[in-house]
């Protein structure tokens, strides 16, 4: 990954994956795997079956999200109303997302875990709680 990757839509970032008998290692650092400077990270689990997390874009946050265990469906709804699904099922992938997409997660497996990598600290103002607000403030 260089960081003059085009990251204006949602694309998948595959981490740099140390193999070993005794387990496989996985890592990223800011510049070289994220392109933007981590302000927070925070993390969902235990899920109940069948429950969607998310449904909402932010104004200027960037994320990148990652199945650290299990896997689960990210769904990336585009202004036109099109979607797009990520199947994030692998602790080396990571789904980067840029400000202004919508998106929401559902089919969470067992146990899952997934790690959610922020550009901003958490500010309620940067969501964006409703698809036409979205669609208004893109254009």
Same mark, same amino acid.
């Given at each position: ?9 949602? $694309?998948?970032? !595959?981490?740099?994956? *140390? ?10 650092? @800011?510049? +070289? ?25 932010? $104004?200027?946050? !960037?994320?990148?999200? *990652? ?10 709804? @585009?202004? +036109? ?59």
């Amino acid at each position: 990954m260089s960081l003059k990757d085009d990251f204006s839509k949602p $694309k998948i970032i !595959q981490f740099p994956k *140390i193999q070993d008998p005794k387990g496989n290692l996985t890592f990223m650092q @800011n510049p +070289d795997q994220v392109p933007f400077q981590i302000k927070r990270t925070f993390w969902t689990y235990d899920v109940p079956g069948g429950e969607i997390r998310g449904g909402h874009a932010y $104004k200027s946050q !960037q994320e990148i999200i *990652i199945a650290l265990s299990g896997s689960f469906d990210v769904i990336v709804t @585009n202004l +036109d109303g099109t979607t797009e699904k990520y199947s994030l099922n692998r602790s080396y992938y990571g789904l980067y997302l840029p400000n202004l997409t919508w998106r929401h997660m559902e089919n969470f497996s067992t146990n899952s875990l997934s790690l959610h990598i922020s550009s901003k600290e958490f500010t309620d103002e940067d969501y964006v709680r409703e698809f036409e607000l979205l669609q208004e403030l893109s254009q």
